[in-house]
């Protein structure tokens, strides 16, 4: 279809010119467009050139920065083994451990994933900021602002090959493999303290148990020595019985020389010799029973009366039962502790360095040959493309 323009100036009879055109004039050819480049490849050359050196001048004046990659071997959660523990408690294995199967589900599913969070943490990040003086190093008045930067800065990424991959870029390129081999050193740092197995954990468990069994024992051991110190009993039952063994002798002599001095009175008088010193016996015996009973200090037995004996041993029992009672669970947590130190020893995860991050001799940024390539061609294309849009792109029919 013919397409009709009409043009805007009116002809003197009034009547409006008509300009037509045929749809394959309008049509502009490949020979066309290279000509009309042609005519004006002095412009497209000098913007070549411009593009090219400007490029490069930007390209040089931006700062060069330096990539440095450490890597490690994820460490791998090895099973621990609970055949220590199950012989410090006392449990045969052929029973299957079914009240240690509890501590089973700690289990890591994926290693690598649990060491990337860590070296991702805010904990390392600060240790390496503080390290390195990484503030006054970015300019930053803030550690939040230096974190974010380090992060920027950072890149951590695992494979299928099991392997860490820990790269940082920096201008400086000393510090950059420094920061790349910190980063490893940290993350054994943290976890020779951060509980990562069945092991670890049990360990730790069994460690703050302990550390509170101690501090009752200390206790209970302290009450049983006071109770001795205010009874005098350190063998309620040997001393109960040396006690009622002492009274009844007394008895068994006062009874005696009663009789004797019941009996001389019959034939002396009260001034006879013989008589007074058989009454200064009985009197003597009568009062070394009636401090035993009173409680009062007699050598050889303890200082508590004899009526409350039975109440003192009770006391004493009772604080003897509480030593031996935490004796027992302080020797089996330590059993238990042995155990889990044991296992956490075959079974801690051990950082393996595959590769310690080296100072790198080449920039890893700008890609100056790309910025000016890119720079130019662009630059080209965009001069082109103009060229094309307000050059001649059709011709006119007179």
Known sequence: MPTTLYNSDTSPAGTAAALVFDDRDEEISVSGLLDTLARRARIITWTAVLAALLSTSIAFLIPPEYTAEAVILTPQQSQPSLSALAQATGVSPALGLPGLALLSGFGIRNPADLYVGILESRTIADALISRFHLREVYG????????????????????????????????????????????????????????????????????????????????????????????????????????????????????????????????????????QMVARELSALRSELAKLEAGEHVAGTPEVPVEKLPQAAL????????????????????????????????????????????????????????????????????????IVICGPATRTRP
């Open 140 to 275: 930053d008045d803030y550690t939040q602002r230096a974190r974010k930067r380090l992060a920027r800065r950072t890149t951590i990424k695992t494979g299928k090959d099991t392997l860490i991959h820990i790269q940082v870029d920096d201008r400086d390129p000393k510090r950059a493999a420094q920061l790349a081999n910190a980063y490893v050193d940290e993350l054994s740092r943290r976890n020779t303290t951060v509980a990562l197995t069945e092991a670890s954990q049990r360990r730790l468990f069994f460690e703050v148990q302990l550390t509170k069994e101690k501090e009752l024992l200390a206790n209970a051991e302290n009450a049983l020595r006071d109770t001795q110190q205010f009874t005098g009993l350190v063998e309620p039952a040997g001393q109960a019985e040396a006690l009622i063994r002492s009274a009844s002798q007394l008895h068994a002599e006062i009874l005696t020389k009663e009789a004797e001095v019941a009996g001389m009175r019959t034939y002396v008088a009260d001034e006879n010799p013989r008589y």
């Open 315 to 386: 006391a004493y029992l009772r604080k003897y039962r509480d030593v031996k009672y935490h004796e027992g669970l302080y020797e089996a947590l330590s059993k238990q502790y042995e155990a889990a130190r044991l296992d956490e020893a075959k079974a801690a995860p051990l950082i393996q360095v595959i590769d310690t991050a080296v100072v790198p001799e080449k920039r890893s940024w700008p890609p100056r040959t790309l910025i000016v390539l890119m720079s130019t061609f662009v630059s080209v294309l965009l001069v082109s493309c103009w």
